[in-house]
């Protein structure tokens, strides 16, 4: 990715950061990356969300994250999304000006659990507060003033990234002309809030978590093994798990040690766990996913209704786009139904499109050409 | 249930146990219970699986079991079957003997992980061997051959103890003459298999569980909680679960200890896992989901074909009925379709019949009447 130069950048805050459901951050953090150039009237700004467990290095190399040691594993040195990042790409440099910043509460360079709270001058830890796609609205809303950006072209969310970009627009109707969400939904379905609790009491479940104490006593790293297998089953499109257990075959000593494997689907799903645990943190995980599990907009917005939030979206004459997957079992295509029926009785007119893949919930990832072409023209409108 | 009478009964064999998957046990007690009489020349009786947390305690009341202690909740007291056994009812104890054995490797009075190894004098724990499908057929044959039936009437399994069902026909085919197989399977999915592997590691992951040698020491409690929240998931139609959330408020000392819970899907899924805990043990929970997962009737006969051992029940003449719950989450209708079809291929020409509930897998205990008539209709062929 020679043609993209990638800007790592953090900017520090040094004004108390009030969190929405209570708790407060003497001073906070942004890790970020830009892509492209601002323009002059600072009108061409594209604002990407990530996922549950990515991060904010979209596109590019990037080796190094200070501070973030050895969590920043060789696998994340590449950019998530660099097949949609760049001239004449879906999010094209030559003409926006493209923004990802790591979320608040993260592992990769925001303030999150992992960092010294500065009233003790010892990690967070399980004294981290909870935080709501809300407060990373609020909290990416900073970086924004910190860059003189009023309004966004657009905000792009796949996944988890998606629910954020909803906040966003609903909470910041006026700061953002187009919202394109990607495999994501309106509100956590009774399904997700299920396995996203087990989640949870898998990480709460092991001896090293410590109520998240457990920075200088080792890692809680089954119980994030554990989540991230049970998380992992809703990524990929379970036709694929034969053909991908087959063809990865993993080295007996490269498992987990605590469970005798028994076949080749056990050694793939610990083998995901494994390399998971390498490269992420149970706290900020555990701060995500009670994000997604407890995501409400109506809520957010203090609104009676579904459509209610979605009203100030039309008021503000956003654009939507909105993809469905079709093999999706992460978040459903009836999720991205029940979104746009609440758009269109909101008033806004969104264009849903539904991509057909084998992949399930990771073709965002891996299936570029799928989504570039309306991507562009919703940009161009 | 004071028209049925109920006998709980051990069988003990001297005689070693070799199991298929290698290991042996020195000796075997068999714990069951009957209804109903056997006739004179011992071809009224039916065998009845139960599922995989069940007990053979189906019918009537026994309001304990020796040796088993604070197990046997008074939750377990009432047969779990009760509406489909007895005079009149799908299994007519008017006419048929009825017989119901908790599994080898179980909790409710068949050696299990929790009795002692006569060889140490200590409970085997971990060392108790792998069990299989096939194991089960050949530890109830050995009961079967105690009260001298050789031909069964029929064999009911619903859930997991259809796959114990299908074992036995495919196994023993002259020793049974009607299989019935209720929302269960042929071959275990890759979805299963996910899930089944999560609650393994839930329960291998707890800080109790020390390789399953844990009688002295306290029980791997919030790792079996954790796997039965994870199957639970399963058995309940998930738009039951917010009525169900709603209606059965927790109170939140009942609650286990590590979690604050922070809604009613939280406290309520808890407590589904606390109940579980008191009555079940982790080391059996593992013996039956490890069966489960590998289940795979074609090996256990030596097959290379899904249809060739069901030749055998075809050679045999069994006749088979096979139920699908069209909501049913935990053994989807799609491996009740593939079940049949292996057995028309095989030459057995099954009845299936798809009962349409709004209670998922749970419906075969729920919903009596949805199964009694086809049940009564093939028992009387």
Same mark, same amino acid.
Request: some cysteine; charged content about 20%.
């Given at each position: ?59 590019? #190399?990037?080796?190094?994250?200070? !501070? ?14 660099? @097949?949609?990042?760049? +001239? ?22 925001? %303030? ?5 709270? +500065? ?33 966004? $072209? ?31 939904? /309106?509100?956590? %379905? ?15 479940? @092991? ?11 080792? #890692?809680?790293? /089954? ?5 991230? =297998? ?6 990929? $499109?379970? *036709? ?6 087959? #063809? ?6 490269? =498992? ?16 995901? !766990? ?6 992420? *943190?149970?706290?900020? /995980? ?20 579904? &459509? ?5 979206? &039309? ?16 978040? /459903? ?16 007119? +969104?264009?849903?499109? %539904?991509?057909?893949?084998?992949? !399930? ?11 570039? +072409? ?5 940009? &161009?409108?």
């Amino acid at each position: 990715m020679a043609d993209v130069s990638t800007q790592f950048l953090t900017f520090r805050d040094d004004a108390p950061f009030r969190l929405r459901s209570g708790g407060e951050l003497p001073e906070v953090t942004i890790a970020y990356e830009t892509w492209g150039e601002l323009n002059e009237d600072r009108s061409n700004a594209i604002l990407l969300f990530h996922a549950l467990s990515g991060s904010h290095h979209a596109c590019g #190399r990037n080796p190094e994250i200070p !501070g973030v040691g050895d969590l920043w594993q060789p696998e994340m040195h590449n950019g998530w999304w660099e @097949d949609l990042i760049g +001239p004449g790409k879906a999010l094209d440099t030559d003409r926006y000006f493209i923004i990802c910043a790591n979320y608040l509460g993260g592992c990769y360079g925001s %303030t999150g659990p992992a960092s010294d709270d +500065p009233r003790t001058g010892k990690p967070y830890g399980g004294s981290f507060p909870q935080v709501t796609a809300a407060d990373q609205v609020d909290f990416q809303a900073r970086l924004l003033d910190s860059l003189g950006i009023g309004t966004l $072209h657009a905000t792009v969310g796949p996944s988890v990234g998606g629910l954020v970009a909803l906040s966003f627009a609903t909470l910041l109707p006026d700061r953002v002309q187009r919202v394109i969400s990607i495999a994501s939904g /309106y509100k956590t %379905t009774v399904l997700n809030r299920l396995i996203l609790f087990e989640q949870i009491l898998a990480i709460e479940n @092991d001896p090293f978590f410590n109520g998240g104490n457990y920075y200088d006593n080792g #890692r809680p790293d /089954y119980g994030l093994a554990l989540a991230r =297998m049970i998380s992992h089953k809703t990524f990929v $499109h379970i *036709d694929a798990f034969e053909r991908r257990a087959r #063809r990865d075959v993993i080295p007996e000593k490269e =498992m987990l040690a605590w469970y005798k494997v028994r076949d080749q689907f056990q050694s793939y799903m610990l083998a995901q !766990g494994k390399k998971f645990v390498k490269r992420f *943190d149970a706290n900020t /995980y555990l701060r995500i996913i009670d994000l997604w599990s407890h995501f409400n907009p109506t809520g957010e917005a203090s609104s009676d209704t579904s &459509a209610k939030p979605l009203e100030r979206c &039309a008021a503000a004459d956003q654009k939507w786009l909105v993809f469905s997957i079709d093999s999706d079992f992460c978040f /459903y295509p009836e999720e991205q139904a029940e979104l746009v029926t609440h758009l269109r009785e909101a008033g806004v007119d +969104p264009m849903h499109i %539904t991509v057909h893949s084998d992949k !399930g919930h990771d073709s965002f990832l891996l299936e570029p050409h799928l989504y570039t +072409p309306h991507i562009q023209w919703i940009l &161009a409108q």
